[in-house]
């Protein structure tokens, strides 16, 4: 079968660095994608890993270990409007579509 | 560039009505996604359109569902007999040309709710 687990929450404070973990197990593995989602609006796109490894853009970096089925997105010096729900989606197998997690709701507080 | 836009943002209708949600994908963009997401879930995967043929229609819930892109560019989801369970936001995504490395950019979705 195919399964993405992420947190269902987490609260951090404002300037602070936190981890949102995913793991995986998908048939086929074509890209590990990060996705950003504030309320009533549409997923944003964040980051995208297909080798293991750090991948760095800003605030944001996405970690890969495709032997772990395990990926995690940091956020530094966290703002406000940082809080929103984080998506962990995997392209797998043969077609192109995306395997999405439940998301992880993050709070930033003051 | 204008992104991906979804006609209508909102969309109330009664059980057992026809239904139909437009996506206009990025000019130029020949892959094309349906997905579909309830509160508190991540999107889950209808279709997937490349040029104007369904690609992988392995999502589509049931028989009720339908969707077409005969010109490929504009994408229409089709609802017949609603049912309260089809209550959910329906999100379009488009990305150049589907190949596996891509990003897809998705729209502002249709919340669609069914009395």
């Known amino acids: 079968g195919q399964n993405i687990d992420q947190p269902t929450e987490m609260t951090a404070t404002e300037g602070a660095i936190v981890q949102i973990n995913c793991t995986y197990q998908?048939?086929?593995?074509?890209?590990l994608f990060w996705y950003q989602q504030h309320a009533g609006e549409a997923p944003t796109f964040l980051s995208y890993n297909v080798l293991d490894g750090l991948e760095e853009k800003g605030r944001f970096s996405s970690f890969l270990s495709r032997s772990k089925g395990y990926s995690y997105l940091l956020l530094k010096e966290l703002q406000m409007k940082d809080s929103a729900s984080y998506l962990c989606?995997?392209?797998?197998?043969?077609?192109?579509?995306?395997?999405f997690g439940t998301g992880t709701l993050l709070a930033v507080q003051p | 560039g204008a992104g991906v836009s979804q006609t209508p943002s909102n969309k109330v209708t009664e059980k057992g009505k026809y239904v139909e949600l437009r996506c206009d994908p990025i000019s130029g963009h020949t892959a094309l996604y349906w997905y579909r997401q309830s509160l508190g879930q991540g999107p889950e995967f209808l279709i997937y359109f490349q040029g104007t043929g369904a690609a992988d229609d392995s999502g589509l819930p049931n028989d009720r569902f339908f969707a077409v892109r005969p010109e490929g560019s504009v994408s229409t989801l089709k609802i017949q007999r609603t049912e309260r369970g089809d209550s959910a936001m329906y999100l379009c995504?488009?990305?150049?040309?589907?190949?596996?490395?891509?990003?897809?950019?998705f729209g502002p979705g249709t919340r669609l709710l069914v009395l």
């Open positions: 998908t048939s086929g593995f074509n890209g």
């Open positions: 989606a995997v392209k797998g197998g043969a077609t192109n579509k995306l395997i």
């Open positions: 995504a488009s990305s150049p040309s589907g190949t596996k490395g891509e990003t897809q950019y």
